[in-house]
């Protein structure tokens, strides 16, 4: 006989009662007013961060902050991470599965998953598994298969998300930005459109705006819920026009950034992205988020401040990609703020320290939440 499935806990219920859990071994008895205290301030410090984005750069931030749910983080500690996933990628095994099933796109949903995963090793390597042969399943990774199945059992996205994240364990929530089958559209400086992600992605010449079609599609209220009560929003980083943005053209998502309390972190790309950002400036990317969001949104903006060694700069070159030139000037003048650090991952590629890029944004989220009411109630 199988044993039972034990039911699955709420992830960020079981995180915060473990917080209150470290205080309780210390603290006295039960109903004391040491303890009181104690339990009063691990649920202060525990923060709620909200993470907008696509790609491997979304998922890149979310294994760095997912460290910070775990017990050793007793100082500043996560009560929260939500992730709002753009849905619009129509390339790969992605792009494959959309046309076949008329289904969102599973890829950056997957990944996030993963990088959000209690346990790496054998579940996560599955959901990452990509057939490399066999007709009809060449090139699909096990996770997009598993979720397309999922979103077909159970007749919903959303609820094939919730379950497959039971199944990983993980330690957050992940929503995609919105339950329509969106296909992202770009107007071009020459005037003409392009249309598709992978298209846009490809283009040659400088993209102007982009828009989603339809052009009206609703978020998820639970996605609105968590902007309203994060300590820090965070867009990127990722691709500007094709991972970022997409959120920002969702009914709603702006107007309940700008509303939110949170301060708002921008994390700038390292490097210019051939076909989408060739020529921007750190600045130019904060003035492409503000048009589409059709006000001001960024309080700072996270920038590297190590050059990648001279081998790989020579070779990101050859691709005609160069690192982002940080305005300073220029950003001060869009309302936002600059924060430098050496975020850099010591790979032969240009990469986020996941672990690096995390601290800072904790740290920051920690410095800008709102102030704490003598009675414990955060403002």
């Known amino acids: 006989m199988e044993p039972a499935n034990e039911p699955i806990q709420d992830p960020t219920a079981s995180r915060l009662a473990a917080a209150q859990g470290d205080s309780r071994k ?13 339990i009063r301030t691990a649920a202060q410090q525990a923060l ?8 491997t750069g979304l998922s890149a931030l979310l294994a760095g902050l997912k460290l910070h749910t775990l017990r050793r983080h007793r100082k500043t500690r996560l009560a929260d991470i939500s992730a709002i996933v753009t849905v ?16 969102l796109a599973p890829g950056d949903i997957r990944n996030c998953m993963v990088a959000l995963a209690e346990d790496e090793a054998l579940l996560s390597r599955l959901f990452q598994y990509r057939f490399s042969n066999g007709k009809g399943l060449e090139g699909h990774s096990f996770g997009n298969l598993f979720l397309t199945a999922l979103t077909h059992v159970t007749g919903d996205f959303h609820q094939a998300i919730q379950l497959s994240s039971e199944v990983l364990a993980i330690r957050g929530r992940i929503f995609p930005s919105t339950l329509t089958n969106v296909k992202l559209e770009a107007q071009l400086q020459s005037g003409r459109s392009r249309s598709g992600e992978t298209r846009i992605s490809g283009s040659p010449e400088r993209i102007k705006s982009i828009r989603l079609k339809p052009r009206k599609c609703p978020p998820l209220p639970e996605s609105l819920d968590a902007i309203a009560q994060a300590d820090a929003i965070t867009l990127g980083p990722g691709s500007l026009y094709t991972s970022i943005i997409p959120n920002l053209l969702i009914e709603g998502i702006p107007d309940a950034i700008a509303r939110s309390k949170a301060v708002k972190i921008y994390i700038c790309n390292l490097m210019w992205q051939p076909g989408e950002t060739e020529g921007y400036t750190a600045a130019d990317h904060v ?3 503000h048009e589409h969001a059709k006000q001001p949104l960024i309080d700072y903006v996270v920038v590297n401040s190590r050059q990648p060694k001279a081998a790989v700069r020579r070779r990101y070159a050859a691709q005609e990609a160069w690192p982002v030139d940080v305005d300073v000037a220029e950003i001060e003048s869009l309302g936002a703020q600059v924060i430098s650090a050496d975020l850099l991952a010591e790979t032969k590629v240009v990469r986020h320290d996941s672990e690096k890029l995390a601290n800072l944004i904790v740290d920051a989220a920690r410095k800008g939440r709102p102030a704490v009411k003598a009675n414990g109630a955060a403002t």
Do not use: E, T
Not at 26 to 37: A, D, E, Q, V
Not at 48 to 54: E, K, P, Q, T
Not at 88 to 95: L, Q, R, V, Y
């Open 26 to 38: 210390s603290i006295g008895p039960i109903g004391s007013r040491s303890r009181n205290k104690a």
């Open 48 to 55: 709620r961060i909200v993470a907008l984005g696509g790609g």
């Open 88 to 103: 619009s990628d129509d390339g790969g095994s992605s792009g494959r599965l959309r046309r076949a099933f008329d289904i």
């Open 287 to 289: 003035r492409a988020i």
